[in-house]
């Protein structure tokens, strides 16, 4: 029999466990907002979505900024996984600028992303230790 560190479990199990329209459920946990998971846990993404609203004229709908992006990678520390979820239709774009950042982390440090429609993440199986994680729950 194998003992898995619980950290390595959760991160094997399913971290989308279910989304609609204004809603995502991350783990079995039900949110009515944007999440952020991080290393250890889970928190409303508004806190750093400031950063991308300044582009919400060009795109339509606030989008994921590098700059965005950089703060959760800082706080995330080191990671081996970065899933994306782009809302229920996909509209939440990635800026070109964070497009080339998660290219330059898959390339350079071998990290895995995954940019997908939330409903696409819906019993996605992630075989990772350190966990980052934006999902948006509109659109």
Request: neutral net charge; charged residues 30%; aromatic residues 6%.
């Amino acid at each position: 029999m194998v003992f898995w560190p619980i950290r390595m479990v959760l991160l094997l199990a399913k971290l989308v466990t279910g989304t609609g329209f204004l809603w995502v459920e991350v783990c079995n946990r039900r949110y009515e907002h944007d999440v952020v998971v991080l290393p250890g846990c889970i928190v409303r993404r508004r806190w750093a979505k400031s950063l991308s609203k300044k582009y919400a004229d060009l795109y339509g709908h606030p989008p994921l900024s590098r700059e965005e992006l950089e703060v959760y990678l800082r706080e995330a520390g080191e990671v081996d996984c970065v899933v994306i979820g782009t809302g229920q239709e996909g509209r939440m774009r990635i800026t070109p600028d964070a497009e080339k950042l998660l290219g330059e982390l898959e390339k350079e440090r071998g990290v895995k992303v995954i940019v997908a429609e939330t409903p696409m993440l819906v019993g996605l199986e992630l075989d990772c230790e350190r966990l980052l994680a934006v999902i948006h729950v509109t659109c």
